[in-house]
Every structure is written in structure tokens, then in C-alpha cells.
């Protein structure tokens, strides 16, 4: 039981980790008003393993907070995450793989908007910018995170097989 634990609080650790990693390497990636945060790739990973839900909030938080975003973004950006996080691990559960992305892309295309405006003045619509952002989420969690679990999925039962209920 303990190692299971251990197991548990290393992967969510290393999951953190890794996104953080992701934000400030690939930074925003910006074509205009379409933005690319590379990390929310791994948004899919609680299909496998609920680990990856602390570990991509407290990945999610520590990097807004590192990369020096305003409170409301570190604090609505990191719930996001988490939302889209548990209804990732939900699709995971039962069985729908196809849909694994749809919560961190609908979370973010909501929430990420109203920050913008609201946190950072965006002069922007919130309706642009829940476009702006929806095609981000989906390229970036929808193409990208589903290429990632798709290649992850051969090897699930080796990486993630101590922590899957």
C-alpha cells in the first residue's frame, strides 16, 4: 500500500514537473490571436492515471505562478486545468477514449476567456477570444494530446500500472 502511494505522489510529481518544463521551453506559441501552451497536451494523461490530476493542477499553478501571470490567471487557469483534468480521468473510466480531450478543451475555452478580459483587459469579445482559444485547446489537447495517448497507450500498463483503480 505504501509503494502504491509513493508510486502515486512520484508520478503526479514528475507530471508537474514535465508541464512546468513544457511552459517555459515552448512558452505561448502565438499566431495572433491563437495561442499554443504546449503543456495542456498532457491534459490526456488522466485518462491513464488519476495522478496526473494533482500533477497537472500544482504543474498548472506553479507555472503561471513562475512565469509571473496576474492571480486571477494562476489561480482560474490552475481550476481549469483541474476540471478539464477530472473530466479527463472520468472519460478515462469509462472507457471513451475519443473523448479524452473534450474537458480540458471545453474547460479552458470557458473559463480562459473571461480571464483574459477581466484579469489581463483584453479588449477583445469574450466570444472571440472563446474561439481564439477553443482552436488553440483544440489543436494543441485534441490533436497533440490525442497523438500523445494514442502513443502512450501501448505502454499504459507499464508506465501508470501501480496507480490505475
Known sequence: MRNKKVTYMLQAAMIAAIYVVLVFVFDYWSFGAIQ?????????????TPAAIPGLFVGCFLANFLHGAILADVVFG???????AVGTYWFGKVGLKWFAAVPPILANTIIVPFVLKFGYGAPEAIPYMMLTVGVGEI???????????LA?????????RTVRE
Not at 501552451?37 to 498532457?42: P, Q, S, T, V
Not at 502512450?152 to 501508470?160: A, S
Open 36 to 48: 499554443f501552451r504546449i503543456a495542456e497536451a498532457l491534459t490526456i494523461l488522466p485518462f491513464f
Open 78 to 84: 490552475s481550476i481549469a486545468t483541474l476540471i478539464g
Open 139 to 149: 489543436i494543441v489537447c485534441g490533436i497533440l494530446g490525442m497523438l500523445l495517448l
Open 152 to 160: 502512450l497507450e501501448k505502454y499504459k500498463d507499464i508506465i501508470f
